[in-house]
């Protein structure tokens, strides 16, 4: 398996729910991380974990909540989200700290 | 921070063209990335080089250190070569995330 799959494609939620992204891999690697992209921009980086444990964190704020259960999988809990936050959010794994990157598909997220 | 700069910031080109990407950036880097981003998201690594040059069918990098700029050149250029192309680089120091440039638009008409 060479791919790294992120669910849901698409997500819609509203400034008070409280959703999470998922990103899985079963190639090894070790290091994981989770980019934001608005429209027309590049990707920014938001946290990395390596050895499931968090490594940086690119000042973002709290209502996004990174978490590394295992190796294989990466979420992103979203709570009190706005607006602005809409975006493309992409995640990435390396076999080992500043590795060649896999990305996923990406989640759409819409905050209404 | 790394400073990382494309040019063009968008291309247009007819089929069988021979297109060049460039990027600079402004500190010391362990490694630099090409990437490809089809409309719809996907992002995919194209390479990661730290010196010299590599080939991956119709897809040339090359990377001076001394100079910290790199180049994507892209033979024979073809419609589905229509992409972002992006530039990122790993500053080192351990467990860091990429730092991207702003990204090169090309279109390959036939």
Redesign the interface.
């Known amino acids: 398996d060479t791919e790294v799959t992120q669910t849901p494609k698409h997500l819609v939620m509203g400034m008070t729910n409280k959703k999470s992204l998922k990103c899985e891999q079963h190639m090894g690697h070790r290091?994981m991380?989770w980019?934001k992209?608005k429209a027309k921009?590049?990707?920014?980086?938001m946290f990395?974990y390596?050895y499931e444990k968090l490594?940086?964190n690119?000042s973002v704020p709290s209502r996004f909540s990174p978490e590394c259960p295992n190796s294989s999988l990466l979420n992103l809990h979203l709570h009190a989200l706005q607006p602005e936050d809409s975006a493309?959010y992409?995640c990435?794994s390396s076999q080992e700290?500043?590795?060649?990157?896999?990305?996923g598909?990406?989640t759409?997220l819409t905050v209404l | 921070k790394n400073e990382v700069e494309q040019s063009p910031q968008n291309l247009t080109a007819q089929e069988g063209e021979f297109i060049t990407i460039n990027c600079s950036y402004s500190v010391g880097i362990?490694?630099l990335?090409w990437?490809q981003q089809h409309p719809?998201?996907?992002?995919?690594?194209l390479f990661?080089l730290s010196s010299g040059k590599k080939k991956h069918g119709r897809l040339i990098a090359t990377i001076n250190i001394q100079e910290k700029h790199s180049s994507l050149h892209i033979t024979a250029s073809h419609p589905r070569d229509s992409a972002v192309y992006?530039c990122?680089v790993?500053s080192?120091g351990?467990?860091?995330?990429?730092?991207?440039?702003?990204?090169t638009h090309l279109i390959i008409q036939p």
Request: hydrophobic residues 40%; negative net charge.
């Open positions: 290091a991380y980019y992209q921009k590049p990707p920014e980086l990395v390596s490594s940086i690119e493309l992409l990435a700290w500043g590795g060649e990157q896999f990305f598909p990406g759409r | 362990s490694a990335h990437l719809g998201g996907g992002i995919v690594s990661m992006i990122a790993n080192g351990g467990a860091d995330g990429l730092t991207f440039g702003k990204g």
